[in-house]
């Protein structure tokens, strides 16, 4: 199997790495993203949540609390979980 997430290469910054996942910049849209180091699509609703809570703590300090929102919709790799944090629009922005 090849998969970019599961070899994890230190392209852009990495925010955060524990055993169950990682967080860096996506190498595409440049936003935080949290991937679950187990290959799989569908984690466990609490693997799920703990995941999303990592990712928030990261996004934000780097985004800023209230300007971003959760995309797990997994368009290029949809064998692999991982989420973005993307900036929210700004009519869902705190003003």
Known sequence: MNC???EAAVITTRYF????CWIADCEICLVPMVVWREHD???PHEVRD???DWL???ADRE???GEWTFDDHMRNIPDHYHAHARRAPAWLRRT
Do not use: H, I, S
């Not at 790495?17 to 169950?20: I, Q």
């Open 4 to 6: 970019d997430l599961c």
């Open 17 to 20: 790495e524990n055993a169950d």
């Open 41 to 43: 699509a569908t984690p």
């Open 50 to 52: 703990q995941l999303r």
């Open 56 to 58: 928030a703590l990261v």
């Open 63 to 65: 985004l800023g609390a």
